[in-house]
């Protein structure tokens, strides 16, 4: 690998690791990132069957017009520019629809707009959707960053961490299908209608709501980008690099130890895993046993199950924008992954080409317990290390693939007949590539009975070692940006760095 002794070392290369290292890198460091599969980009990678592209895990993203803060950060890591981006249909981003009740509901960008759109299908809570708008504006004012402002810690945010979805909406209205509607999209916080904050909805669904879009040709697109970004100011990258251990000596980590061997010295190290696999690269007494026990403690959020078409051309109209699919009592319910009704909720999402006419792929999306794959959890299967997990595993996911195709033909009914190829993931797929014990879609689960606990500081207890990713504060582009600013404030200013993005 050459040359080491960098100013920082970054480990893993999702999102919130090539954001510092883009960043960071800009700033004046020299930056090595270190990644153990063949793709950069962790969860923002793409992968190609029949010539098509799919997202491995982002799909839509919001808060990316000018002046939005993912635009702004992502303008000052230099990407904003020439990304291929398609603003998804301002009038419908996501279409909720109840399958039972052939009922459906659509979310609109922009406040006014959504409201103009539900206030018709519920002419009798009118009051209660723009209290709910209000809510979810008042919500966000609490995250300083969120708002490209410096932030004051915790205090600002503790007024708004213990109220759980559930209250939040039912404290808005009683109208049973409209909080279905307002949280309809669940799917996208892994959103549990006791535990998970309000807050993480306000945060995530607001984004959406300023202006949502998506990647032509796939998330992978940003990766690409932040990869340039970071060379073009002499930083170094590293696929097929896996961590195995993180080395002291006198009290800081001096070297990130590669499986083959290698060590990569720096003066500081930025950990973008899973803070539980980070502690289980060290065994730094510095990393109190209290503290330990905390992160190992911390519940994941659940995996999820993706089903990914390419479709025959001119079989079915490409769709600008997604749906989320349901059952009754779907929305609430789809989580608790009954194995008798699963699935509950279905996300579609159409992939977005060059050609807007037909679609060309759809990807269904539903959530996964790690447990239904536990029988195969000995295997590993990654690109750089492929393996047969086995029959019994390709029969589960046919079972499992044909479940969800056919909870989609209820929408579709044309869709069984337009389908080429059928791929999928399983929760194994994603703890193999991302390298989390179970395949966690957004990682650490924000919970609203322990709302401090379940925040994850930047900073560790050894001077020279930190954390990023979707851990931190919240999962999602936005999130894991978020999150990457605050990394960065340990070695940057934050007040002027928050201002040069806000200027960007
Ligand atoms: C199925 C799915 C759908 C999603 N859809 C959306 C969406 O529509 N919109 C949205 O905004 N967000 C979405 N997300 C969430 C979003 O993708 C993530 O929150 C975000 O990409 C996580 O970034 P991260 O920085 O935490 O790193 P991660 O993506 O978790 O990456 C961690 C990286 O570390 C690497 N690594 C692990 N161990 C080692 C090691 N020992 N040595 C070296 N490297 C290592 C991994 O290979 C990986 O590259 C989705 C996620 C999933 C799983």
């Known amino acids: 690998m050459g040359e080491t002794g960098y100013d920082i070392v970054l480990v893993g290369s999702g999102l919130g690791s090539l954001l510092c290292a883009a960043l960071l890198g800009k700033h004046g460091y020299r930056v090595c990132v270190l990644e153990k599969n063949r793709q950069f980009g962790g969860c923002l990678q793409s992968f190609a069957r029949e010539k098509q592209v799919f997202d491995s895990g982002v799909h839509y993203m919001g808060s990316l017009a000018p002046g939005e803060t993912l635009y702004q950060v992502f303008k000052y890591a230099e990407i904003a520019d020439d990304l291929p981006l398609e603003k998804m249909d301002e009038a419908v981003f996501d279409r909720i629809v109840f399958l039972d009740d052939q009922e459906s509901y659509d979310q609109a960008q922009g406040y006014a707009r959504f409201i103009e759109t539900l206030v018709p299908q519920f002419p009798e809570e009118a009051d209660a959707i723009r209290r709910y708008c209000e809510q979810l504006q008042s919500v966000c004012r609490h995250f300083a960053y969120y708002h490209l402002a410096p932030g004051q810690g915790l205090a600002d945010k503790q007024p708004v961490l213990d109220l759980t979805l559930k209250d939040g909406l039912a404290s808005l209205t009683s109208n049973t299908r409209l909080q279905e509607v307002l949280a309809g999209n669940n799917l996208l916080y892994a959103g549990d209608a006791s535990n998970t904050p309000f807050y993480v909805h306000a945060l995530v669904v607001n984004s959406y709501l300023q202006s949502a879009w998506k990647c032509r040709d796939g998330g992978s697109q940003i990766t690409r980008r932040l990869v340039k970004t970071i060379r073009r100011y002499g930083g170094m990258l590293h ?266």
């Open 239 to 504: 696929n097929h690099a896996e961590v195995v251990s993180l080395e002291e000596k006198d009290g800081i980590i001096n070297a990130a130890v590669l499986k083959n061997g290698e060590r990569i010295t720096g003066n500081h190290f930025i950990s973008n895993l899973h803070p539980r696999q980070t502690l289980a690269l060290t065994g730094s007494k510095q990393l109190r046993p209290l503290y330990r026990q905390r992160i190992n403690a911390l519940k994941n959020t659940i995996s999820s199950f993706c089903v990914y078409l390419t479709i025959k051309p001119g079989t079915m109209r490409y769709e600008k924008h997604n749906y989320y699919l349901h059952t009754k009592n779907g929305v609430w319910e789809a989580i608790q992954c009954d194995p008798a009704t699963w699935p509950q909720t279905l996300f579609v999402f159409f992939g977005a080409g060059q050609q807007q006419q037909d679609a060309t792929t759809i990807t269904l999306m539903t959530y996964m317990p790690y447990d239904w794959v536990q029988p195969w959890a000995d295997s590993f299967n990654t690109d750089a290390a492929p393996a047969d997990r086995g029959e019994s595993y390709t029969a589960f996911k046919k079972e499992m693939e044909q479940k969800m195709i056919d909870m989609a033909a209820r929408q579709f009914p044309e869709l069984p007949a337009a389908i080429q190829s059928i791929n999928s993931a399983s929760p194994l797929s994603y703890r193999d590539y991302i390298g989390t014990a179970d395949g966690s879609l957004y990682g650490i689960a924000k919970d609203a009975h322990n709302p401090l606990g379940s925040f994850v500081s930047a900073r560790t207890k050894i001077p020279n070692l930190y954390l990023t990713g979707q851990n931190l504060l919240m999962h999602g582009l936005l999130g894991v940006s978020l999150a990457a600013l605050q990394t960065c404030s340990a070695f940057v200013n934050e007040t002027e760095l928050l201002e040069k993005i806000r200027h960007a």
